[in-house]
């Protein structure tokens, strides 16, 4: 309708942007798991797909853990966020391995946000441990370990989100 401002999706909210490229992303999950070292052993990794896949691929390898389930939850359309939908929970499996509520099982997911997808699979295990590579103020308090905290109007990139593309220099008006 004329005169209404129009809905900002997440990124717009967000404002600032945070690109992350695929070395920068490698170096800080190497970094979470040097802390998750000092935290374990840890009988599995369950990953919060899509996002937690290649992290939980790295630390699985670091830490030397074979097993790897995922819990698939999708929220955002790009950045706009919705109803949480669970597409898949944790497999039996993985579930017997952490006792029923996860002790000694490791969560791990690409960032936090609002904190509304860690707090749903927090609910499932309670006594896992919850790591993300990243973290924003809503969603900090949900975290176990985490490596770098950005504000909470950052829009994180991810390298297998983006691509190199050309960028105008400054003096022709790019910001
Ligand atoms: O703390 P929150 O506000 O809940 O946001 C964090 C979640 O949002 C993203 O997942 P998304 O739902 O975009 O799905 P994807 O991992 O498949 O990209 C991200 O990977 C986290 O899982
Ligand atoms: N790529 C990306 N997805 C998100 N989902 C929730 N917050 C973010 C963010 O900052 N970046
Ligand atoms: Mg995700």
Redesign the pocket.
């Known amino acids: 309708m004329a005169g209404e401002a129009p809905e900002l999706n997440a990124q717009e909210k967000a404002g600032k942007a945070f690109p992350v490229s695929w070395d920068q992303f490698h170096r800080d999950c190497r970094a979470l798991t040097w802390r998750l070292n000092e935290v374990g052993p840890f009988h599995a990794v369950i990953a919060?797909?899509?996002?937690?896949l290649v992290p939980a691929a790295i630390v699985a390898r670091e830490l030397g853990v074979r097993v790897i389930d995922t819990v698939c939850?999708a929220?955002?359309d790009h950045d706009k966020q919705g109803e949480l939908q669970v597409l898949k929970g944790i497999s039996e499996q993985a579930m017997n391995l952490g006792g029923g509520t996860g002790k000694g099982l490791l969560i791990v997911?690409?960032l936090v946000d609002t904190g509304k997808?860690g707090r749903l699979v927090r609910e499932m295990l309670p006594d896992a441990h919850f790591a993300t590579v990243y973290a924003k103020p809503k969603g900090r308090p949900l975290v176990d370990t985490f490596i770098t905290e950005v504000s909470q109007d950052t829009w994180i990139f991810f390298p297998w989100d983006t691509a190199l593309s050309y960028h105008p220099p400054l003096r022709d008006g790019a910001a």
């Open positions: 919060i797909t899509r996002g937690g939850i929220s955002y997911d690409d997808t």
